[in-house]
């Protein structure tokens, strides 16, 4: 059984950075695509990133290309998403996934193809 755990969240002025980890445990972390999704209150979960078993693939939401990087080191099962340039509508609760298919060559997007999730944490961006 997998387990993530997310931590890095907290409070930040706007155009400043955070950056979040989810640590993975419980099956071969560097053979799973990684993503990172959001949820603001009173709104639908939202691709934030994701990033291919390998690492060498990306893929980003649109409200965050350009300011989010998501990266992993596969030697410590941990994925990363450095937030730069922060805005108040970055505000809300960030989740770390785990692809439920190995080695998928195609990075997903998709809540649904992602079989584990970690707890979240909390980013709030104040104006």
């Known amino acids: 059984q997998v387990q993530l755990v997310e931590s890095g969240g907290g409070l930040v002025q706007a155009g400043g950075s955070l950056r979040l980890s989810c640590r993975s445990s419980g099956r071969t972390f560097s053979a799973f695509g990684m993503g990172w999704f959001r949820q603001a209150p009173g709104k639908e979960r939202e691709f934030v990133a994701a990033?291919?078993?390998?690492?060498?693939?990306?893929r980003y939401g649109d409200s965050v290309k350009g300011r989010f990087t998501i990266s992993r080191d596969n030697a410590k099962n941990t994925v990363y998403l450095q937030m730069n340039i922060l805005k108040p509508e970055d505000t809300a609760v960030y989740y770390c996934a785990q692809d439920r298919a190995s080695n998928r060559v195609v990075v997903s997007t998709t809540p649904k193809d992602f079989g584990s999730w970690g707890q979240g944490t909390q980013v709030t961006v104040s104006s």
């Open positions: 990033i291919s078993w390998s690492g060498g693939r990306t």
